[in-house]
């Protein structure tokens, strides 16, 4: 046979051949929706609970197996224990992303600055035992810390210069003990409270006899925190 | 027909016509099932030879599952479908099924026992036809 009568007709079926094939479809866009769709915090929580589900329903059908005494000859307790400690996994994830979501959505509406400062106690030199206390103050910042467990405050205490500085340091501790013991008294947690006893006043309050050497209290709260015991 | 005969059938119709219609309902469908599986199981007992072979051979390999797999399956094979035909013949008695799966098709990758009891040399892996998720 005539080798053209061969290799002709094989050419053009080679090129109907590459005719009819036809390029891959991109996919980009749509797994960019795909993606999307499951994206940030709320959607990711989505995410780990269908996880969490596909994978109950696993343990559950092997459950199913094992109690009705289907499959013997296969060993399917190890896939359902794994399948269900993936599903309790997948859950604590969907917690944790639905918990971040809850503080992006909630953050913003926090009270960050919401410190109160009070001056609470006054008292004469060389004195522990307050001449004046703002009892209202000082009830005021014990049921605040009372309700908000996570917040702390710092009590403040402060000498004048009249005595050496050993004696004042100790004096200054003991006039910010009044104070603390009086806010437990009125609620507060004694871990919640910072005690700075500072001594003889730093600046324009350096100066000897001084009736109104005082305790501050300046109260803190930390930064918002949604399901802080989350495992 | 005699009389004792006659009395004989009596006494068995009435017998049956004063069980409680739940307990008949439920005797029919033990004996349509015990039926269906015997008529199953005659017909299709061949088809564990395939089953056999199929999962051995996804459970080890083609050779494995060409010899053994074949060995096996016709014994398999031979048993199901006397069991088909036991359970024909004592379809009007209500037992447990005979044969598990009962029907040879269900629960592809299960290995078929009969009577709770099973064939050595089994295989111990979910098979190409069957994840475990089709029951």
Known sequence: MN???????????????????????????????????????????????????????????????????????????????????????????????????????????????????????????????????????????????????????????STDTVGKPAYNQDLSQRRANTVTQRLIAKGARPNQLVVKAIGEAAGPNNTPDQSHRVAIVITAHPDYQDCANLK | MNKNKILAACVLSGALLTVPTAQAESYMKGFSNKVSQGLANIAFGFAELPKNVINISDDQNIFVGMTWGVIRGTAQGVTRTLIGGAELLTSPIPTSDYASPAYVWDRFSEDSRYFGLHYPGYWTTYGPLDDGDDD
């Open chain 1, 3 to 157: 080798k053209k009568y061969f290799y002709l007709p094989l050419a053009a079926l080679a090129l109907s051949l590459t005719a009819c094939t036809n390029s891959k479809m991109d996919t980009s866009d749509l797994k960019a929706e795909i993606d999307a769709s499951r994206a940030g915090h709320y959607g990711q929580a989505m995410l780990h609970e269908e996880m969490s589900e596909e994978d109950l329903e696993v343990a559950n059908n092997i459950l199913g197996h094992l109690e009705q005494d289907h499959y013997w000859n296969i060993n399917e307790k190890q896939k359902a224990l794994d399948a269900a400690k993936s599903a309790t996994q997948h859950r604590y994830a969907s917690e944790k992303e639905m918990c971040l979501w809850l503080t992006e959505v909630h953050g913003p509406n926090h009270h960050y600055a919401e410190a109160i400062r009070e001056t609470v106690a006054y008292f004469k030199t060389a004195s522990a035992v307050p001449f004046k206390v703002k009892d209202e103050s000082i009830g005021r910042v014990g049921r605040w810390l009372e309700a908000h467990p996570d917040a702390t405050a710092t009590v403040t205490a």
